[in-house]
């Protein structure tokens, strides 16, 4: 199975605080993989360090595709074919539903673009209705929807989720994690960074626990699920 993302030993300092200590982890071809962890784990920062978002690492290697691109600029490494749906959505307010989507493929303006769109809206018939509408006025749920829907128009190679289920409602929720299954059904290797370890864990294929800026353990999402120190601390009541 060929690697799409390899990090080894990547250690990251905001300042003095030492946020990520020698994470090493690996997303394959078709898989979904989750990284779960409490508050302050370090789960956002590492998606932010794949994604250059946060500058310079202090050492360590990050691959996509085999390339190296730990140090590249983060528009570069987007146009790599790395997408992500970022805490808290960061969709344009302002703009329509369509109009977000069609940002989502400005790196790859062509004549596939339509043929994305068809297939976001198929994903989400709800942005199908309400394509005109300002994205400020959609609800939460739509929102995210929207979110992931403008990463899939990037026609990425991987799509990394930091928390798609925040602040959404069960039912909500729900949805979001049978299409994140669909999309990598469809072929699409998925990042997934949750709180929601519970529902992580029941469509991702293998996960990552994370315990201030360490991988503590790793495994099959099914032997995490049954792992009694993850049970205990990650998917008791409360969580
Ligand atoms: N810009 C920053 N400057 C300094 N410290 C930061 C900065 N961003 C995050 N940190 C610290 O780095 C650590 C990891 O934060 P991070 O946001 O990665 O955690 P997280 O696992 O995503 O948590 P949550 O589940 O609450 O989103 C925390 O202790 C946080 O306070
Ligand atoms: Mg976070």
Request: hydrophobic letters at 40%.
């Given at each position: 199975?060929?690697?799409?993302?390899?990090?080894?030993?990547?250690?990251?300092?905001?300042?003095?605080?030492?946020?990520?200590?020698?994470?090493?982890?690996?997303?394959?071809?078709?898989?979904?993989?989750?990284?779960?962890?409490?508050?302050?784990?370090?789960?956002?920062?590492?998606l932010r360090a794949i994604s250059g978002l946060i500058g310079h690492i202090t050492s360590g290697e990050i691959r996509f595709m085999g390339e190296r691109i730990d140090g590249i600029k983060?528009?570069?490494?987007?146009?790599?074919?790395?997408?992500?749906?970022?805490?808290?959505?960061?969709?344009?307010?302002?703009l329509t539903v369509r109009e977000n989507l069609n940002m989502g493929a400005?790196?790859?303006?062509?004549?596939?673009?339509?043929n994305d769109m068809d297939y976001v809206y198929s994903l989400f018939p709800r942005l199908l209705e309400r394509e005109s509408q300002r994205a400020g006025t959609l609800s939460g749920g739509e929102q995210q929807m929207l979110a992931?829907?403008?990463?899939?128009?990037?026609?990425?190679?991987?799509?990394?989720?930091?928390?798609?289920?925040?602040?959404?409602?069960?039912?909500?929720i729900q949805g979001i994690f049978e299409i994140i299954k669909k999309i990598n059904n469809d072929g699409m290797p998925v990042l997934?960074?949750?709180?929601?370890?519970?529902?992580?864990?029941?469509?991702a294929d293998r996960g990552y626990v994370i315990e201030t800026g360490e991988i503590v353990l790793t495994d099959t999402a099914e032997?995490?699920?049954?792992?009694?120190?993850v049970k205990n601390s990650y998917l008791g009541a409360g969580h």
């Amino acid at each position: 199975m060929s690697k799409v993302l390899e990090i080894k030993d990547l250690n990251f300092h905001y300042g003095e605080i030492h946020a990520l200590k020698g994470i090493s982890l690996d997303v394959n071809e078709n898989e979904i993989v989750t990284l779960i962890g409490a508050n302050g784990a370090g789960k956002t920062t590492t998606l932010r360090a794949i994604s250059g978002l946060i500058g310079h690492i202090t050492s360590g290697e990050i691959r996509f595709m085999g390339e190296r691109i730990d140090g590249i600029k983060p528009h570069k490494i987007a146009s790599l074919g790395l997408s992500q749906c970022l805490e808290g959505r960061h969709i344009f307010t302002n703009l329509t539903v369509r109009e977000n989507l069609n940002m989502g493929a400005y790196l790859r303006k062509g004549p596939d673009v339509k043929n994305d769109m068809d297939y976001v809206y198929s994903l989400f018939p709800r942005l199908l209705e309400r394509e005109s509408q300002r994205a400020g006025t959609l609800s939460g749920g739509e929102q995210q929807m929207l979110a992931v829907g403008r990463a899939l128009m990037q026609k990425p190679s991987l799509i990394m989720m930091d928390e798609p289920s925040l602040g959404l409602a069960p039912i909500i929720i729900q949805g979001i994690f049978e299409i994140i299954k669909k999309i990598n059904n469809d072929g699409m290797p998925v990042l997934l960074v949750e709180q929601n370890s519970n529902a992580a864990l029941k469509v991702a294929d293998r996960g990552y626990v994370i315990e201030t800026g360490e991988i503590v353990l790793t495994d099959t999402a099914e032997k995490l699920r049954n792992n009694e120190e993850v049970k205990n601390s990650y998917l008791g009541a409360g969580h």
